[in-house]
Nanobody, 120 residues
Framework: QLQASGGGLVQAGGSLRLSCAAS??????MGWFRQAPGKEREFVAT????????YHADSVKGRFTISRDNAKNTVYLQMNSLKPEDTAVYYC?????????????????WGQGTQVTVSS
């Protein structure tokens, strides 16, 4: 199971850190996606099983950072310089291989989502 937390309401320019705690098994590639009302689910970032490789969507590059702590079986998404357009439900996901890309179909397990709202 994947349990996402850390969402909330923040003003534009602020920061939040999302956490995704995994339980029941050890997951390899992990990712964050988001979905705004009326829009399709959008890739945000992914990290390899070892944590040595990360990839971020252009829309968040330089502002968001994905990382993981395998000792705690937890993945993080540090979000800085938040913008109103970052408002969405954020989901963590896990793939079965060491690496996964940006397509949701590459991920087998999904958390329940955490709401992030950025006010202007």
């Amino acid at each position: 199971q994947l349990q996402a937390s850390g969402g909330g309401l923040v003003q534009a320019g602020g920061s939040l850190r999302l956490s995704c705690a995994a339980s029941g098994r050890t997951f390899k590639a992990m990712g964050w996606f988001r979905q705004a009302p009326g829009k399709e689910r959008e890739f945000v970032a992914t990290v390899s099983g070892s944590g040595g490789y990360t990839y971020h969507a252009d829309s968040v590059k330089g502002r968001f950072t994905i990382s993981r702590d395998n000792a705690k079986n937890t993945v993080y998404l540090q979000m800085n310089s938040l913008k109103p357009e970052d408002t969405a439900v954020y989901y963590c996901a896990a793939g079965s291989g060491e690496y996964a890309g940006s397509r949701p179909s590459l991920y087998n397990y999904w958390g329940q989502g955490t709401q992030v709202t950025v006010s202007s």
